[in-house]
């Protein structure tokens, strides 16, 4: 049997039949279990931010694993308080604004976590914006927009209103005095990569202040280096009051972190959260070795260098009718709906990209990503991105 049968006979179908079975990687490129060679830029949904391998993130796991492990919350270990320390100096606080973490395993971990600081202001009521992606826990799931992930398992909690994405008109009519917050992609991920219009992440801060509810960014396809800047909202100036990471922040070796700013950085006590695994030590020494990477090697550079390459590549076909992102972090428009068709030329090409819609392609490689795999994707775009019709 095929390592695809066996996962048929044996997992639950929670994500339809697997496109490959994957058996090893190197920097952007991987193989599968015929020995055939693609490069990804799949990314694994912008998680693999120092792409497969790396020698600085697999000797930081090994090391931690020989000499610690997991010693539960209970305990503190030098990596879980010198990363908190490290992504509380990455944003750019407040003067005198003590912020604090939460370390959990996942983006919906931490958006959960965030969720649950926002109900401790006494408030229950959110306001979302349309095309959301926040995760599949009940409460990450509440936020999350597409009607097909969470009709089956509604009723889910919370009072949410959904503000179409980029309206700060909609949105300061959404927003009042029982508004516990208002959360926030600064660019919308699963949507297929939407950047909002100039201005509305400031708008958001305003209309947040104005009632006394909190500004919460999801940062967790977008930060840590993907966009060019550590983190997507870096850009635009605004303080939030919570942001959410995961993803890249461990570059592959699951973690998620819950940073809360000002007043909100006290608002859960013992007692209010936890976990077991979230700010193990290995996580948290990977998380390290990967932020050490990205400034050793200049990958925020790289990451808008590389994604203006990407941009242009894909915009040298007329199937292509617009790039909408930053750094390492795009999205594609078709012409027509034939992004799956795309995506399977693609692979059958030695290339591996990702549909997030019927006409929306989106991209996400490694940081590390090569000048030379970006290009031999151009010499092979018209081929791929060209879908004839059949009669």
């Not at 931010?49 to 010693?71: E, F, K, N, S, Y």
């Not at 050793?296 to 390459?309: H, I, S, Y």
């Not at 292509?320 to 034939?338: H, S």
Request: charged fraction near 20%; include cysteine; glycine fraction near 12%.
């Amino acid at each position: 049997m095929t390592l695809q049968e066996r996962y048929a006979a044996s997992l639950m179908n929670t994500f339809g039949p697997p496109r490959l079975a994957l058996v090893r990687g190197d920097g952007a490129h991987v193989w599968d279990e015929d020995g055939r060679e693609y490069i990804d830029f799949f990314g694994g949904i912008a998680v693999n931010a120092l792409g497969h391998g790396h020698p600085a993130l697999v000797d930081a796991v090994t090391t931690q694993l020989r000499t610690l492990g997991h010693v539960s919350n209970f305990f503190t270990t030098p990596p879980q308080v010198e990363l908190a320390e490290r992504l509380l100096a990455l944003l750019p606080l407040s003067p005198g604004d003590a912020g604090r973490v939460f370390f959990s395993n996942s983006g919906t971990e931490a958006n959960e976590a965030a969720l649950k600081v926002t109900r401790r202001t006494g408030r229950t009521r959110l306001v979302a914006m349309e095309g959301a992606f926040h995760g599949r826990t009940l409460g990450a799931l509440a936020l999350t927009a597409k009607e097909a992930y969470r009709t089956p398992f509604e009723p889910l909690p919370g009072e949410v209103v959904w503000v179409p994405y980029g309206d700060a008109g909609a949105l300061r009519d959404a927003v009042d005095g029982t508004t516990a917050a208002v959360v926030v992609e600064p660019i919308q991920g699963e949507a297929g990569v939407v950047v909002p219009p100039e201005g509305f992440l400031a708008a958001a801060r305003e209309i947040t202040t104005k009632h006394g509810a909190l500004l919460w960014f999801d940062e967790v396809q977008t930060g840590v280096g993907r966009t060019g800047d550590w983190f997507a909202h870096a850009a635009s100036g605004v303080p939030p009051d919570l942001v959410t990471l995961a993803k890249g922040l461990g570059g592959g070796i699951p973690i998620g972190a819950t940073i809360a700013h000002g007043e909100s950085a006290t608002l859960l006590q013992p007692g209010n959260h936890g976990t077991t695994f979230g700010g193990n030590p290995v996580a948290c020494a990977a998380a390290l070795a990967v932020l050490d990477a990205i400034e050793r090697e200049g990958l925020l550079e790289a990451a808008v260098v590389r994604g203006r390459q990407l941009t242009e590549v894909l915009l040298a076909e007329q199937e292509v009718t617009d790039v909408e992102g930053r750094g390492l972090l795009l999205g594609a428009q078709l012409a027509d709906e034939t992004a799956a068709q795309v995506v399977t030329r693609a692979q059958e090409r030695g290339f591996l990209l990702n549909n997030t819609g019927p006409g929306r392609l989106r991209f996400a490689p490694p940081l590390t990503i090569a000048e030379a795999d970006i290009a031999a994707l151009g010499e092979a775009w018209a081929d791929v991105v060209t879908i004839e019709d059949t009669p």
